[in-house]
């Protein structure tokens, strides 16, 4: 990992990208059972999680992956739906970003994680459209750093899985019929 006296990247904390987002369930986002459709709670997670990694970014970035997403238990029609996104890992120009969605009940007030979820993505300068240096992460709570160590074990286990899985030069990506 590179320190600041090693690049003339900036240096920023997991607090600063931090984003806390709330909605309201509605019926057009439910299936016939009430509950939320699971693409609708993506979009959701898709939104925070951008704006976490434009705050940290400082400006431009595109999802590169939804790397994993649990749901864990489902959100009602007429739920409060709150979104806790923050960077958790930065490389050179790319970011993961952690996700937990939680439900509240207005009626009960109480509160429960219903999903959890770690997207990957890439800054690109705007001029270029190419991907460009992102600030250095410096967590700063015992919490930052053990999810900047859990963050840092998943980016290389997805980095693994990647080159494994690339296709050689005589091998097609897939062939039609198998």
């Known amino acids: 990992m590179e320190t600041p006296e090693q690049t003339s990247r900036p240096v920023k904390t997991p607090a600063e990208s931090r984003v806390q987002t709330w909605f309201l369930l509605m019926p057009n986002q439910a299936n016939p059972y009430g509950t939320a459709f699971g693409g ?16 940290h970014a400082g400006g431009t970035v595109v999802t590169a992956a939804i790397d994993t997403i649990c749901f864990e238990r489902p959100i009602q029609i007429g739920d409060q739906v709150l979104l806790e996104a923050t960077v958790t890992y930065a490389g050179r120009t790319s970011m993961e970003v952690a996700v937990e969605v939680y439900c509240e009940n207005p009626a009960q007030r109480r509160r429960e994680r219903t999903t959890t979820a770690y997207l990957t993505f890439v800054a690109v300068d705007v001029q270029t459209q190419k991907p460009r240096p992102v600030p250095i992460l410096q967590p700063q709570t015992p919490e930052e750093r053990k999810q900047f160590e859990e963050a840092r074990i998943r980016v290389q286990t997805r980095q693994q899985l990647r080159r494994r899985n690339k296709p050689g030069p005589q091998q097609p990506p897939f062939s039609a019929g198998t």
């Open 40 to 55: 609708a709670i993506v979009a959701q997670i898709d939104m925070a999680a951008s704006m976490a990694a434009q705050r």
